[in-house]
């Protein structure tokens, strides 16, 4: 199974479930902190990342990746964004 197959299977329809569940309670301030969310994530997980990759703590399958920017594989930065939306849908539909 490749890394953009796994996405699809597993955190797409999950994305996709709690967008629907949250659509109503979603507003604009929510929209503009979900956007703030992701920048802080991916500033700090790709760096993290990143250098993990460089120190051999990890690595990524050439053959399971579509391609990689820079040393991260693009799925890999989909994960960020797709967990961090996750959170986010989770938290609007669970606070007040």
């Known amino acids: 199974?490749?890394?953009?197959?796994?996405?699809?299977?597993?955190n797409l329809p999950a994305l996709l479930l709690l967008?629907?569940?949250a659509r109503q309670r979603l507003t604009l301030t929510?929209?503009?902190?979900i956007g703030v969310t992701l920048i802080i994530v991916l500033i700090f997980a790709?760096?993290?990342?990143s250098w993990a990759v460089h120190k051999n703590i990890w690595n990524f399958n050439d053959t399971r990746v579509l391609?990689?920017?820079?040393?991260?594989?693009?799925?890999?930065i989909l994960f960020f964004v797709v967990?961090?939306?996750?959170?986010c849908l989770l938290t609007i539909l669970f606070l007040p």
């Open 1 to 10: 199974m490749s890394y953009l197959e796994f996405h699809l299977i597993f």
């Open 19 to 21: 967008g629907w569940l």
């Open 30 to 33: 929510h929209l503009k902190w």
């Open 46 to 49: 790709i760096p993290y990342d």
């Open 67 to 76: 391609f990689r920017i820079g040393i991260l594989p693009i799925e890999e």
């Open 83 to 87: 967990a961090a939306l996750e959170t």
